[in-house]
């Protein structure tokens, strides 16, 4: 195993506690479902195992989101096949535009105002409302860049695209951009020895490719998902997300053949080998780069 790889398998296990279920559906996000979404047991504790993670708490975590409805699972002969339920495809599917499209830039300037109702349920409302985009101006008032929401009751409010200050303030005070920056700072600090190591030259498997990949995209999701992936124009210069996303899709795009390839070789659904990526799969990252790494061994 390369070194670069035994490192960042350290570093996950330093937290505590490990989260295998979190892990088991970034795998299935990530590898499985562009690849028609079913993976057997075998397999999956092929892939965890290579983490460090026993067999056991893979079943403890599969059990769990199974009674949660996030997976259904199934059994054909001795054997056990699971994917993804109606549920957990809706969540990731929105996650997956925020992970891995571009960020949209086309903001001109207005800002959507949502005023909440006192007879709402606030709890629940407000953290679907952050899901998607909106921060906080106060109690009963959330705000979002008008091309993120897709709320229809709202008050719009125009803004004037020249008078950036005080956009950028409304920016400050809805959203919590230093904790959001140092959850990239950390990304970045994580990972930009691995880059480093790929742009060296470094040797790896297929596997290596693999667990990089799906380790990589674990803990980026951990940040852009609180991220409301505000228009540049409010943001901050630098911006730790813009070099966070960058260094992620390089190399995301970097280990993808190899890992891919691991894929072909090991993992099995209910039918045999897994059918090959669907066309969205391939505009994962799309305006990155890859590097030109050694071939994998």
Not at 49 to 58: K, M, N, P
Not at 247 to 262: D, F, M, N, S
């Amino acid at each position: 195993m390369a070194a670069f790889v035994e490192t960042l398998l350290d570093a996950f296990h330093e937290r505590t506690p490990i989260r295998a279920g979190s892990l088991i559906v970034t795998v299935f996000g990530d590898a499985v479902v562009p690849r028609g979404g079913v993976l057997s047991l075998s397999s999956l504790h092929d892939i965890m195992r290579a983490f460090r993670i026993s067999d056991t708490l893979v079943r403890t975590a599969l059990s769990r989101l199974v009674s949660d409805g996030w997976f259904e699972r199934w059994k054909v002969g001795r054997n056990s096949y699971y994917r993804l339920t109606g549920q957990g495809h809706e969540a990731f599917a929105r996650a997956t535009l925020r992970i891995y499209a571009d960020p949209p830039q086309d903001w001109q300037g207005a800002f959507d105002l949502l005023l909440l109702d006192n007879g709402q349920d606030r709890g629940p409302l407000r953290s679907e409302l952050s899901v998607a985009g909106y921060g906080s101006l106060g109690p009963d008032l959330l705000i979002a860049p008008a091309m993120a929401a897709e709320n229809g009751a709202f008050l719009r409010l125009s803004g004037i695209p020249s008078d950036l200050p005080t956009a950028r303030r409304l920016a400050e005070r809805a959203w919590p951009l230093a904790e959001i920056e140092s959850r990239y700072r950390r990304f970045i600090d994580t990972y930009s020895e691995t880059l480093a190591a790929l742009e060296r030259g470094a040797s790896f498997t297929t596997l290596d490719a693999l667990l990089v990949r799906i380790l990589l995209i674990h803990d980026y999701r951990r940040a852009v998902l609180k991220d409301p992936l505000l228009p540049a124009q409010l943001l901050p210069d630098p911006w730790a997300g813009s070099a966070a996303r960058d260094l992620c899709g390089a190399i995301y795009k970097t280990l993808l053949p190899a890992a891919e390839r691991w894929l072909d070789a090991h993992a099995q659904n209910d039918q045999g080998p897994l059918p090959e990526v669907d066309r969205d799969f391939r505009q994962r990252f799309a305006a990155i780069r890859p590097l030109a790494p050694r071939q994998a061994v």
